[in-house]
């Protein structure tokens, strides 16, 4: 499968709960602003089929609708017209297994779930040649907070290796880590 | 050279000021606090010599230093050490030309100027295999707003592929930008 055709089957899930805090506890973090934009942005600069802000909360999940429709309708749309566009594929889910029936419904097909993660998790490390050969359609999971709870990468079947650079340091945004991610997958890279 | 010695003398420069507002007229955008987050994050895990914020406004300045004293110093660094650690080359200065400056005392050398841009320049596209290559510290300008003035860009000698996927949407925030082209440079793209 070609790399565009891949990404036309893509969904992008920014998990919220279940996730880490700093303690290794199991939380729900807050949706930032920032991260509705920026994940919007790069998951339709990169053709992928839909990003999921997956949040078991009412109010956050009414939040993240209400900045959604003001760039697809209200004044946005009017200032910044392409901010409307990268919104067309955002929505907006309770938890990770109603983001997995949608692709499923959509698709007739069970999705491939795919975890990233900075941290060791045990479970198989896909390449992007590995992914692009699956014909599932392919569901990425994002953690919040300091990351993905087990339960949440227990979903998963395998992970994407982690981004690192030459230092030790290691903590990059979530929006970094979703860039990089989609670039790695579906980025003209060859050309770079 | 290798990828991490070439990041050890690396800075991004993220350029608030000449850039182009929608209208193509040239603008000072306002600093952002994740502008400030985000890209630390992505320039210390990457191994970069230096991030700086480049502002003409004395107030913004100090609205970034204060930022970065919070969490190098105050109730940040206990709450959150790693967070301090990104912002150890974090810098703040005043132009495109007095960050030159800084490279030029600190290495004893020109620096190569190096912009990067959605949009065609003009500029010949410089590969990471040649930026390798090059001996000379290295300058990486991002603009924000609608991207570098044609006064910004007459700095560099040249520019980097720009960052592409499979759509026709081509609107990345700065933030997810400066994440992917250090990744491309620096990441260990080859395991991806």
């Known amino acids: 499968m070609t790399p565009r055709e891949k990404a036309a089957m893509t969904t992008v899930l920014l998990v919220h709960h279940p996730v880490l805090n700093r303690n290794g506890e199991i939380v729900t973090t807050a949706?930032?602003?920032?991260?509705?934009?920026?994940?919007?942005?790069?998951?339709?600069?990169?053709g992928c089929e839909g990003y999921h802000l997956v949040t078991p909360i009412a109010l956050q999940r009414e939040l993240i609708l209400s900045v959604i429709s003001h760039w697809k309708e209200g004044f946005g749309l009017a200032h910044n017209p392409k901010r409307s566009e990268a919104f067309e594929r955002t929505a907006v889910v309770s938890s990770i297994a109603e983001?997995?029936?949608?692709?499923?419904?959509?698709?007739?097909?069970?999705?491939?779930?795919?975890?990233?993660?900075?941290?060791?998790?045990?479970?198989?490390?896909?390449?992007?040649?590995?992914?692009?050969?699956?014909?599932?359609?392919?569901?990425?999971?994002?953690?919040?907070?300091?990351?993905?709870?087990?339960?949440?990468?227990?979903?998963?079947?395998?992970?994407?290796?982690?981004?690192?650079?030459?230092?030790?340091?290691?903590?990059?945004?979530?929006?970094?880590?979703?860039?990089?991610?989609?670039?790695?997958?579906?980025?003209?890279?060859?050309?770079?």
Do not use: C, M
Not at 36 to 46: E, G, N, P, Q, V
Not at 137 to 152: R, V, Y
């Open 99 to 192: 983001s997995l029936d949608l692709i499923r419904q959509q698709h007739g097909q069970e999705p491939l779930v795919i975890a990233t993660s900075a941290r060791e998790t045990g479970l198989p490390v896909f390449s992007a040649a590995r992914l692009l050969e699956d014909p599932r359609p392919l569901a990425l999971l994002f953690g919040t907070g300091w990351g993905l709870a087990p339960e949440a990468l227990a979903a998963a079947k395998g992970v994407l290796a982690p981004i690192t650079g030459p230092s030790d340091y290691n903590h990059l945004s979530v929006r970094s880590a979703v860039s990089i991610i989609l670039d790695r997958l579906y980025g003209n890279r060859a050309e770079s």
């Open 31 to 46: 949706v930032t602003n920032l991260d509705i934009h920026d994940i919007s942005r790069a998951a339709r600069t990169f």
